[in-house]
């Protein structure tokens, strides 16, 4: 693979092309198009091919129909891509343009997984920092009576918020790895 072709592909700004749907990185058959130069007429095709030719296990999950406006006020198809479906779907684009903005697509694909992974190690910071905070509460609150006024109105609100900031940490990210 040509080493300053990688380097000179383009930097996408992932979260303008990537979202995350029910924990799952998505793109849209339209973002497609525009990034690599296409008309959304012929990405539709070759998702159509695709889709065709895949087993239905691994079709629908990857590829789902979903309509939506244009600017027309007519209501048009497109297509939302899980990472997996994305990489299905460019291995069918050929040529140099296309294998910089695929090469871009991944690197976009993977900034946002570490971008949701960093939000995720930052809620599992806050969360020991918070049980710190409980542990040192407690502590104080043993020590007099007035430490234990103080915890007895501290304890609700700090194990609240530790409550919450678990069970936000406990969420199943459900990026998969492609097989």
Known sequence: MDRTLIAQSPVLNFR?????????????????????????AHVLGKIRELIADIPDDFNQPNFRP??????KGESRVSYMLTRDGFALLAMRFTGKK????????????????????NQRDGLRYRCMEKELECKD???????????????????????????????????????KAPE
């Open 16 to 40: 303008d092309f990537i979202a995350v749907d029910d924990e799952v990185l998505t793109t849209t058959s339209q973002h497609v198009a525009v990034v690599f130069g296409k008309r959304h």
């Open 66 to 71: 979903v309509v939506y406006i244009d600017a």
């Open 137 to 175: 509460s407690a502590r104080r609150g043993s020590i007099h009576g007035r430490g234990l006024n103080l915890r007895k109105q501290e304890k609700p609100v700090l194990e609240s918020e530790l409550a919450y900031l678990l069970d936000q940490a406990q969420r199943p990210l459900n990026l």
């Open 98 to 117: 296309a294998l910089t903005f695929q090469v871009a697509y991944i690197k976009a694909f993977n900034a946002m997984a570490a971008y949701i992974k």
